[in-house]
């Protein structure tokens, strides 16, 4: 498992920038999808082709709002994710 932090970007709810730490399983790379597993609990599942959510356990709006950022950085190419070969 790979660990990496994402900075969820201010909005009208939220005065400042936020770090959510966010641990990433590529065990299911195969079909393309990952999972986000946040420190309290939440997850969430993600196509890394389509750019959508398969699954997903969310409790609160940072969290949200950090896949969402996620998504969107996967979409830009701002963050990749590769198969390991072995």
Same mark, same amino acid.
């Given at each position: 498992?790979?660990?990496?932090?994402?900075?969820?970007?201010?909005?009208?709810?939220?005065?400042?920038?936020?770090?959510?730490?966010?641990?990433?399983?590529?065990? %299911?790379?195969?079909? /393309?999808?990952?999972?986000?597993?946040?420190?309290?609990?939440?997850?969430? &599942?993600?196509? +890394? *082709?389509?750019?959508?959510?398969?699954?997903?356990?969310? %409790?609160?709006?940072? /969290?949200?709002?950090?896949?969402?950022?996620?998504?969107?950085?996967?979409? &830009?190419?701002? +963050? *990749?994710?590769?198969?390991?070969?072995?």
């Amino acid at each position: 498992m790979k660990q990496i932090t994402l900075t969820v970007k201010s909005n009208k709810d939220i005065k400042n920038d936020t770090q959510v730490n966010v641990r990433i399983d590529t065990e %299911s790379i195969w079909r /393309n999808e990952i999972t986000l597993y946040f420190e309290n609990g939440d997850y969430c &599942d993600i196509n +890394i *082709k389509k750019f959508y959510e398969t699954g997903r356990y969310l %409790s609160t709006y940072l /969290n949200v709002h950090a896949v969402e950022v996620f998504k969107k950085k996967l979409q &830009d190419g701002e +963050i *990749k994710i590769e198969k390991v070969q072995q």
